[in-house]
């Protein structure tokens, strides 16, 4: 597999210039915010101690793996990027976090697209799809090349229609887009992913689905071959719950089966975590919980789901979210006592044996949610005095002493 230069330096750099220190944490919390034991958000985080960063390591290297081979890319050196593309896919190569790092060449191999869709300069952004054929024309039999090619096209396509206004998407643009996914449907046809033992393309085929007609009757013999291709990869998971949702290709019903579904065939790989990946798609697609989430399965599930990787970025993606419903189910009073205590338990699981480190942007809620994090589970330590600590795998209380 090629080596890139930047991940040599970001398990060890990656957190330089990124910690926050605990006057600026104090500085962001709301003023009054009310927490557990009648303590402030202030409070809380001014007892933190343990390392809070605004980035951590897992996205900075899959960010160094993408710019390294961006570089390559503007280099012209694609008959290396094309082979370690594909070593990386059929190897099932993962870095930090879970992410597998096929993709993340495949994106950097289109930056410039990314780039001037970024910006929307349309014009730029065919120029250089046009680049990317270009590539696909001179290495015509190599699947890889396909896969950079229709994830462009369907990159592109789903850019102009998200672009336009609302609720004024012109069937020029519409017709535009069609053209897109059609060479794109073309290109990923060619190849068949279980043949090329190849994770990436069953990845891209499935991505044609909000551009197809009947993707209905194919998105789930689709998310089943790219599960059987790669039972541990997350993303699946994540792209076929937002089709189970009502308004694409699923009811709520149907998310709550083929959550279950996606369990059974997982079960053995990374336990229940495609539970906890489906419902964890749910708030972020539609702001909340599904209605359907059986609580304690859940609460089994994210602990999979953070043990599948036993990294930081999962178990903050955990406690944030356990957080977020801890909060609901306070404000709920006695009524939903049962959830709150199932709930906590998870948390105090997260916080006291999987959590070392804060990561800021995986809570979107701000340092409130976190403060109340901290107070829900070390509260009363915490009025004793006690400051919050690194402690083996994750997270105690110490009463310094002066």
């Not at 390294?68 to 070593?87: F, K, P, T, V």
């Not at 089709?243 to 290709?249: D, F």
């Not at 409130?368 to 919050?388: N, T």
Request: glycine letters at 8%; aromatic letters at 6%; proline letters at 3%.
């Amino acid at each position: 597999m090629l080596v890139t230069p930047s991940l040599m330096h970001v398990k060890t750099r990656s957190g330089r210039g990124q910690q926050e220190d605990a006057l600026a944490l104090r500085e962001q919390a709301r003023a009054g915010a009310a927490l557990p034991d009648g303590m402030t958000a202030e409070q809380v985080l001014g007892r933190l101690d343990a390392p809070v960063m605004r980035v951590g390591a897992e996205k900075t290297e899959w960010q160094c793996i993408c710019d390294d081979h961006a570089a390559m890319a503007a280099a012209g050196e694609w008959s290396d990027l094309l082979e370690a593309m594909r070593y990386t896919d059929q190897e099932r190569v993962v870095a930090s976090g879970g992410r597998r790092v096929a993709p993340l060449i495949s994106e950097g191999m289109r930056a410039g697209l990314s780039m001037a869709i970024a910006r929307q300069d349309w014009t730029a952004a065919l120029a250089e799809l046009e680049a990317l054929e270009g590539l696909y024309d001179r290495n015509s039999e190599d699947y890889c090349a396909a896969q950079v090619v229709a994830q462009g096209h369907i990159d592109y396509a789903a850019a102009r229609r998200k672009a336009a206004p609302q609720g004024q998407l012109s069937r020029e643009v519409w017709s535009e887009g069609a053209v897109h996914f059609d060479r794109a449907e073309t290109l990923v046809t060619l190849f068949d992913p279980i043949e090329e033992m190849s994770p990436l393309l069953a990845a891209t085929r499935y991505a044609l689905l909000s551009g197809i007609e009947d993707g209905g009757a194919v998105c789930r013999e689709w998310y089943q071959d790219w599960i059987d291709l790669d039972p541990e990869d997350a993303a699946a998971h994540a792209a076929h719950a937002v089709n189970m949702l009502p308004g694409w290709h699923g009811s709520l019903s149907a998310f709550e089966k083929e959550a279950r579904r996606a369990v059974r065939m997982t079960n053995a790989a990374t336990g229940k975590a495609a539970y906890a990946v489906f419902h964890i798609t749910a708030v972020e697609t539609l702001g909340d919980l599904a209605p359907t989430i059986d609580l304690e399965y859940f609460c089994v599930a994210i602990a999979d789901y953070q043990s599948a990787t036993g990294c930081q970025l999962r178990a903050n993606i955990a406690a944030h979210l356990l957080s977020r419903l801890a909060m609901e189910f306070r404000k709920e009073g006695a009524a939903a006592a049962y959830q709150l205590t199932k709930v906590r338990a998870a948390l105090s699981d997260v916080l006291w044996n999987r959590l070392r480190e804060i990561h800021l942007d995986t809570w979107t809620r701000g340092t409130d949610s976190l403060a109340f994090a901290m107070a829900e589970v070390f509260g009363p330590a915490l009025k004793r005095g006690a400051r919050i600590v690194r402690r083996g795998d994750g997270l105690g209380t110490l009463v310094r002493r002066t």
